[in-house]
């Protein structure tokens, strides 16, 4: 490998803003898959919630097993643009068509729409897979400097979670808004609203994704893969600190899946409608949309954090700490009390919840482009599109497992999706658990595998300077 970098050297702004672009047309998708998906299919749609858990687990599972398929392709391409960003360019345009089918209710047959979403959500999560799986690797050839890879990675993440909030707090009352277009009244769940909503979120997405594309460059120039895919997953599988970050990830995943998918069920049955956040003489409507949106805003807060964090204590010891207190902080959620002051105080863990949580999201990236540089060093080959790929298998797995199980627990404890249903308590209490003991649960999970985690501060500046005589030589 040849190097036109040199570690410690910093890359324009404008290329951070640019890769940051990217992550925030992911995340326009990914968190109206991840908030509203499961509810969509479940009472807009049509589906029963055992079919919709189905649904969302077999898909969402191939989805996961596609991305190293990707990650191999994406290591093996060749191109004037460089090896990963021409998805960029490649993808953009099916990835918004697909989006739009996905929430798309056609006029079927029961049997003929599940038929349809089995269909459009497999197209959605492949094709999401073929552009989100080659800019995550971008990350790792973008800059040789750890460091200045975590600096990329945090910026990944802010315009992430500026995207999550702009959709999360903009997605119900653009439905709204349609419904209004079209004579109907605003809080009906009307599925061509929702198609519409879809529409003006895609077209968002393609043009962030050429921007993305215009303002980055592949800094790290590699020479074509020579080995084997079987080669290069056997030095993978040997991969012990890929093995330990993967677990860790993907239980870390399983709690923002866990959270996202329960909250409209939490406040269509819990909180109800109609509740008001009160102060002074001012009222403010306490939706889901916008519990999740203040979120979005502490996240980009706690990405910001992120880097002055990591430089004090290290990647390892920020995630480990940052477990803990999700896992106390989660818990503490399922007391809070369902009054005017109680929705303040839930606001409020929100917000720390999900500053925590900002703090811990550029650090996956980062690790992994670390991981990376371990096997470069390690293995003597460079696999980065196969790395990365892994960690957005892990976020699959966990969007998959999270997403199914709580649809699952739900229909087990007999949640019914009627409208204006009158849910027993026993429903009540789960509905509750999966925002508070069962996030804590999978967060603990978590905290296990980062406590095994190799890759300290101190090991990876040798593991950097080996690689650095090596490159240049």
């Not at 326009?28 to 858990?53: E, H, M, N, Q, R």
């Not at 992430?160 to 702009?166: E, L, Q, T, V, W």
């Not at 084997?228 to 030095?235: E, F, R």
């Not at 989660?330 to 009390?337: G, H, L, R, V």
Request: aromatic share 16%; with cysteine.
């Amino acid at each position: 490998m040849t190097n036109t970098t040199v570690a410690g050297a910093k890359a324009p702004l404008s290329q951070k803003i640019g890769y940051g672009f990217g992550d925030m047309s992911s995340c326009l998708f990914w968190k109206v898959f991840t908030a509203y998906l499961p509810f969509f299919y479940s009472t807009i749609f049509g589906l029963s919630l055992v079919d919709a858990t189905f649904l969302m687990l077999i898909t969402r599972i191939w989805d996961a097993v596609s991305d190293p398929m990707m990650g191999i392709i994406a290591d093996r391409t060749q191109t004037k643009w460089g090896k990963y960003r021409p998805y960029l360019l490649w993808i953009s345009i099916p990835f918004a068509v697909t989006g739009i089918l996905l929430f798309t209710t056609p006029d079927f047959s029961y049997e003929g729409k599940r038929i349809w979403a089995y269909a459009t959500y497999i197209l959605m999560m492949t094709v999401y897979t073929a552009i989100n799986v080659p800019y995550g690797a971008m990350l790792g050839v973008m800059t040789a400097d750890s460091d200045e890879k975590t600096v990329f990675s945090s910026f990944r993440m802010f315009f992430a979670y500026a995207g999550s909030f702009i959709v999360l707090a903009g997605w119900e009352p653009l439905c709204k808004m349609f419904n209004r277009m079209q004579g109907l009244p605003s809080n009906v769940n009307d599925p061509s609203s929702w198609q519409y909503a879809m529409i003006v979120v895609a077209i968002c997405c393609f043009f962030l994704f050429l921007l993305c594309f215009r303002m980055t460059k592949e800094t790290v120039k590699s020479m074509p893969k020579e080995t084997s895919v079987g080669a290069d997953l056997k030095t993978l599988f040997k991969n012990a600190p890929w093995w330990i970050l993967l677990g860790g990830v993907l239980f870390f995943n399983l709690f923002n899946s866990a959270r996202y998918t329960a909250g409209p069920f939490f406040f269509a049955s819990v909180i109800g409608d109609g509740a008001q956040l009160k102060i002074f003489s001012f009222e403010f409507l306490f939706y889901a949309g916008i519990f999740f949106a203040v979120g979005e805003v502490a996240n980009m807060a706690g990405v910001a954090m992120c880097p002055w964090i990591t430089s004090k204590i290290g990647k390892k010891s920020t995630f480990i700490y940052s477990l803990m207190c999700l896992i106390v902080l989660s818990c503490i959620f399922f007391f809070i009390p369902l009054t005017s002051g109680g929705y303040w105080l839930m606001m409020l863990m929100q917000v720390v919840i999900s500053v925590i949580t900002g703090i811990v999201s550029p650090l996956v990236w980062s690790m992994y482009a670390d991981i990376a540089d371990y096997a470069e060093l390690k293995f003597h080959t460079a696999s980065t599109g196969l790395i990365f790929s892994s960690s957005s298998m892990a976020q699959k797995f966990g969007g998959a497992i999270g997403g199914s199980a709580v649809t699952a627990i739900l229909a087990a404890v007999g949640y019914s999706t009627e409208a204006g249903a009158v849910q027993t308590e026993t429903a009540l209490v789960w509905v509750k658990a999966l925002m508070s003991f069962v996030p804590a649960a999978v967060a603990a999970a978590s905290l296990f595998f980062l406590s095994l985690y190799p890759l300290t501060t101190k090991r990876m500046k040798e593991i950097q300077a080996e690689l650095e005589i090596r490159r240049n030589n």
